[in-house]
RNA sequence: GCGGACGUGGCGAAAUGGUAGACGCAAGGGACUUAAAAUCCCUCGGCCGAAAGGCUGUGCGGGUUCAAGUCCCGCCGUCCGCACCA
């Protein structure tokens, strides 16, 4: 074997062809074996994979191949999440298809992918755009709408009425379209919802089952459900004049304790009782518009002042014939939540306070320390809102007064169930899933409407409803449309002319099963029963935060809807999760404020230069990688020059998984010397023949192989475990000082047999160890080390217990907890032995000079501690 | 405002309550070389000391413990999520 420097390049390929030539990550559906599911989040074809996806598969691909070593039946899959906007946006700015816009970026990211060197099974691959994948979906979205899983209804959404599209929230900016600028107008569609929030309590109370979950996500998502119980009621109105009305007024509190505190009720601007008055009221009218206009404007103006109106009706209160409580409009009522409408207890929330003050309403406090003379209570600006409801209890409350909060609580609840106007609720914030988007690049949403029959399901027989492909972008809004032929078909219930539904899912859907497909990824059902009850759920699931809410919980939603149409058996897809951090870069400007790319900057180690103009460039701080500040590093150009298994090898280094990483310059450089450096070792190791004879062995020669093999069996006992636990840095770190080892046990001259047989012992031990991380790498040394087929084949190495430990150990020697010395003794020496060595060893003797020794803790095998004063 | 996470050398970071800084990067010194690159060796928290060794040190202030980066209480700071949710 030579010594030449490695070269990754034709080698990387090379080993590559030999993985996809022997099938070696090929997955089988049933397997003696304990099977492993290891899946990162699919990517969206953009174009190019980005360092983000390198971090994520290189992390997914060490568990694969590790999985597979310690011998387990491995499935880690890969495919495309590939409908949605930027398609369509390609199309409208650059003419093509979104079709094959969509496939060639798809070509292109999985030959990168694919020189990654990543064990994936390629034969499992699809889209979510493949008509075979999406008509799955239009299938099981019918079924779901038969088990009473999806409902169609009008709801309010924000209108480009340029883009002619329905924009998400997020697509909002200051009450303007981010792509049109257009003024958003809210509008009322007719929608398709999944009714997930019927699932409200059940994803709720599974969260504690995902033990394996970060804690982090799993409060999120608890978040966003966002239980909360209380009581619903109804207040009696009446006009100005004390004349009961016809309606009446319904609220939800989760504060009913405080209902003596009530001074005024307030409704939302959409609430049905602010209509009626805005019939005859032009002030109301205008109120509800002034709402309107900040209803999707940023957090700023959300916080804007507590305003309303008064409606000129009242709410008698329910325990209090005596007194009546204003009835608001008010800008800070939500519609969409609970009724729509609260009562306003301004001494205890800080809302209520704000618009009392403001309004000129009482100010009542009802719940007081104990200590306190509750005539003399008074609030000022800020609501008294007490955390330890243990020191309160009512006051100016009648019959609650002296009570407990909780107590009041149950007593009002009880009064008011009694009197029939009111029962305890329970509230989520989780809303019903809006599915339909107005887009052409999404799945088709398979349904049909006859004017005679209404919304008619489209034939299972009649599956895929495929997109059309003659379509353009001519035109703003959906072509889908504006294309006649493909949009008219005969009903199928009753034949007459009837219209295709023309709105496309949400591109969440096609994410929320794709993991299940994936099992069984050519069947001709959505899933095969059999292999997704085999595969899932998916053992580690990986990707970045920014999917902790969304996707997450309509995986999770879905594989229950599944589960109720008899497609999975499981409660929840992904057992383990894991979120990794982002990568990284610093940023660079010029003189004049522009930002540079990486690639066209000279770093030194204060200061940065643009290789272009010459110039000193400012030098921002690491940020994470995007277009606009240009601080991208594109991996095509990392596996060029330094190839794969450096790439990889820097991602898993020094920063722990779960944290952002910054990529530099000198990082690269760090980990190809690296590659290079266990290129020589091995290389030296390969080229030592090792004779026959068998010499006497030297003292030295003896203790360089215990030193050896011991360095050998604690890497391997560490290394396994630290991949296991994703603790990949920690793992690098442990390969790094098997390496210094070996290097170490090298650099001893006329080695005996024994000693080289042990370095190869090491060194292929070594290879094994790193052939998750560097896998290219290790197909090369473990071929010049003579090892047996390929070591992605190979399993993992099994450490020896006893060479771990040895039959002495050294104690810490300390003084009132301070270390002083060092001593060594056999492992598991007596006591007492131990404790009077270290109290004659001179160091304990010259710091105990003038004290007394009053106690001495002795830990085994490790520490002695001398209590002295 | 509510909720959560984090705070350790010049930097990325280690550390089942038991030797703080493993491992790596950067830096400095040296060897090899005509030279450079590559490689190898040494130093590397701060202060005192020739050394042995000592003092000090994990954001700040307290506490528990024989022993605290780690556990408890209170601050300060940074980051993240939610944000009028009644």
């Not at 509230?427 to 398979?446: A, E, F, K, T």
Request: glycine residues 6%; negative net charge.
């Amino acid at each position: 074997m030579s010594t030449e420097r490695y070269n990754p390049r034709g080698v990387e390929a090379k080993w590559q062809k030999t993985w996809t030539d022997a099938g070696s990550f090929l997955a089988s559906n049933s397997s003696d074996k304990p099977k492993y599911y290891v899946l990162e989040m699919f990517p969206y074809p953009s174009g190019r994979i980005h360092m983000g996806h390198v971090r994520n598969y290189t992390m997914g691909d060490v568990i694969a191949r590790f999985r597979k070593a310690c011998g387990y039946n491995v499935l880690h899959p890969m495919g495309w999440d590939a409908f949605g906007m930027p398609a369509e946006n390609a199309a409208i700015e650059r003419k093509v298809h979104p079709k094959s816009w969509t496939y060639e970026n798809i070509a292109a990211m999985r030959d990168q992918l694919k020189s990654m060197g990543l064990a994936i099974d390629w034969t499992r691959e699809f889209a979510t755009c493949d008509p075979e994948y999406y008509g799955h979906e239009q299938r099981m979205f019918i079924e779901f709408h038969k088990a009473g899983l999806v409902e169609r209804k009008v709801s309010m959404v924000n209108w480009d009425p340029v883009d002619q599209t329905v924009l998400a929230n997020e697509q909002v900016i200051d009450g303007r379209g981010w792509r049109s600028g257009a003024e958003v107008e809210k509008r009322e569609l007719a929608q398709w919802f999944l009714k997930i929030s019927d699932m409200s309590e059940e994803l709720l109370s599974a969260l504690d089952t995902l033990t394996d979950w970060p804690e982090k996500v799993r409060l999120m998502q608890r978040n966003w459900i966002g239980k909360s119980e209380g009581l619903r009621f109804s207040f009696v109105l009446e006009d100005e004049a004390g004349n009961q009305l016809d309606d009446k007024l319904t609220v939800y509190t989760t504060r009913h304790d405080t209902i003596f505190g009530a001074s005024f009720c307030a409704i939302s601007a959409d609430h049905g009782l602010t209509q009626k008055a805005a019939q005859s009221s032009d002030a109301v009218k205008a109120f509800q518009k002034e709402c309107a206009a900040l209803g999707t404007s940023e957090e700023a103006i959300e916080r804007a002042e507590k305003k309303g109106i008064p409606l000129g009706i009242y709410a008698r209160h329910p325990f209090d014939a005596e007194r009546r409580l204003p009835v608001y409009a008010a800008n800070f009522v939500l519609i969409g939540y609970g009724e729509g409408a609260v009562f306003g207890c301004p001494a205890h929330d800080q809302r209520d306070l704000d618009f009392a003050r403001k309004y000129g309403l009482d100010v009542i406090p009802v719940v007081a320390p104990k200590d306190a003379d509750a005539a003399t209570l008074d609030v000022g600006s800020e609501a008294l809102l007490e955390k330890d409801t243990s020191t309160v209890h009512m006051v100016n409350s009648g019959f609650l007064d002296g009570m407990s909060v909780e107590d009041a609580k149950a007593e009002v609840a009880k009064r008011m169930a009694d009197a029939g106007i009111g029962e305890r609720k329970t509230n989520y914030r989780l809303r019903d899933w809006g599915v339909s988007r107005q887009r052409y690049w999404g799945c088709p949403i398979p349904f049909i409407h006859c004017d005679t029959c209404g919304v008619v399901d489209v034939p299972v027989a009649d599956l895929p409803v495929v997109l059309p492909e003659d379509i353009n972008f001519d035109k703003p809004g959906n072509p889908l449309e504006r294309h006649d032929e493909w949009k008219s078909v005969p009903c199928p219930k009753c034949g007459a002319p009837a219209q295709r539904e023309t709105d496309t899912f949400d591109t969440f859907i096609d994410s929320s099963w794709y993991f299940a497909r994936f099992c069984s990824p050519h069947s001709d059902q959505p899933v095969d029963t059999d292999a997704a009850s085999y595969w899932m759920p998916v053992d580690q699931y990986i990707g970045g935060i920014e999917h902790a809410i969304l996707h997450l919980l309509y995986s999770r939603f879905f594989v229950r809807a599944m589960r109720k149409c008899g497609h999975l058996d499981l409660d929840e897809p992904f057992k383990s999760l894991f979120t990794q951090g982002m990568v990284i870069h610093e940023t660079y400007r010029s003189q004049s404020g522009d930002w540079i790319v990486p690639a066209q900057i000279a770093r030194d180690v204060d200061k940065a230069t643009d290789t272009v103009s010459g110039e000193a460039v400012t030098i921002g701080p690491a940020e994470k990688m995007s277009k606009s500040k240009k601080n991208v590093i594109d991996p095509d150009d990392i596996i060029e020059q330094y190839g794969a298994d450096t790439a990889r090898w820097f991602m898993l280094s020094d920063t722990p998984p779960e944290r952002d990483i910054e990529w530099t310059e000198a990082g690269v450089v760090g980990a190809w010397r690296f590659v290079q450096r266990i290129w020589r070792l091995v290389g030296q190791v390969a080229d030592d023949n090792v004779s026959i004879v068998t010499e006497v062995l030297h003292k030295a020669d003896a203790d360089n192989i215990a030193e050896l093999r011991k360095s050998t069996h604690m890497a391997i006992a560490s290394v396994g475990d630290d991949i296991t636990n994703l603790r990949f840095n920690r793992a690098i770190a442990r390969v790094y000082e098997l390496v210094n080892a070996l290097a170490a046990s090298l650099s001893s001259d006329d080695a005996s047999d024994e000693l080289k047989m042990a370095q190869r012992e090491a060194a292929v031990s070594l290879v094994q160890l790193f052939a998750p991380m560097m896998p290219h790498l290790a197909e090369e040394c473990w071929r010049a080390l003579g090892g047996d087929g390929l070591v992605c084949d190979a399993p993992w190495p099994n450490h020896d217990e006893s060479l771990l430990v040895s039959d002495k150990v050294t104690f810490v020697v300390q003084i009132n907890g301070k270390k002083r010395a060092e001593l060594q003794f056999a492992k598991g020496a007596d006591r007492e032995m131990v404790e009077d060595t270290c109290l004659r060893h001179e160091n304990v003797v010259r710091s105990l000079d003038g004290l007394s020794v009053r106690k001495v803790i002795v830990v085994p095998d490790k520490l002695v501690n001398i209590v002295a004063g």
